[in-house]
């Protein structure tokens, strides 16, 4: 069963106190939180920041490491402070949409599309995500309807503790090959204990002990052995 990501099962209030240690006080930017960085990523910062009239544009990343240049609490801050978020991070979109911030996902077709494509879909937001920047029109910088997006995240929460909850309490059933193996195991422990008792008894018994019907060859051979 599909469950929602992690972040989006914490309590809000957590990335905020987590955000209340962080020094940052710009608020207002373009944020740019770009993993693969491109001449196209870089226009799209920009015409974000035209579109919206915002002064500058804060890049989160820095390309020549390929790290961020911000702690956690910082990057948090960042986000949740923007006018608008540029990125091709699953995580970023996943924050900008706990936030309630606009923002546009540029997707790497080849990398982690179909987790892009799920998330996108179950809120709603497909056309949120592009692939080609020249067909990006003004509809993308239109306000996201955050209202309805904050019940479908309240729903899947609910839904996805529950089932978490029911999966972590159920008994974990042992798989086909480990089921084999106890029964294996069981088995030449009662041909061991039934040897042992025949021991006591007679010659005849024991015998009878090792043709025990039902044995497996392997089991048998353990017995045999003595092991």
């Known amino acids: ?16 106190a987590l955000i209340g240690n962080s020094g940052r ?38 390309a020549a490491r390929n790290s961020t240049d911000v702690s956690p609490e ?11 978020l540029v990125t091709d991070s699953f995580h970023g979109v996943c924050f900008a949409i706990i936030f309630n911030r606009p923002f546009v996902c540029l ?9 892009f494509r799920s998330l996108f879909k179950l809120f709603g937001l497909e056309k949120r995500c592009v692939t080609d920047c020249s067909r990006i ?13 904050n019940r479908v995240i309240a729903d899947e929460r609910e839904r996805s503790l529950k089932w978490l909850e029911q999966a972590l309490l159920a008994p974990s059933p042992a798989r086909p090959e480990e089921r084999q193996r106890l ?17 006591r008894g007679n010659p005849h018994d024991r015998k ?20």
């Open 183 to 199: 029964l294996e195991t069981a088995e030449m422990l009662n041909v061991q204990k039934n040897e042992k008792s025949a021991e």
């Open 25 to 62: 006080d710009e608020d207002g930017c373009i944020v740019s939180y770009v993993l693969d960085s491109s001449p196209d990523a870089e226009k799209l910062a920009e015409r974000a920041r035209l579109e919206t009239g915002a002064g500058k544009v804060v890049n989160l990343v820095n």
């Open 1 to 16: 069963s599909h469950v929602l990501d992690p972040v989006f099962l914490a309590d809000p209030a957590s990335w905020d």
């Open 107 to 115: 997707a790497n077709t080849a990398r982690g599309y179909s987790r």
């Open 137 to 149: 029109g003004k509809e993308l910088f239109e306000d996201i309807d955050y209202a309805w997006v």
């Open 74 to 84: 910082d990057w948090l801050c960042h986000i949740k402070n923007c006018r608008f």
């Open 208 to 227: 009878n002990a090792r043709r025990r019907p039902g044995l497996s060859g392997k089991a048998a051979a353990v017995a045999k052995n003595g092991c």
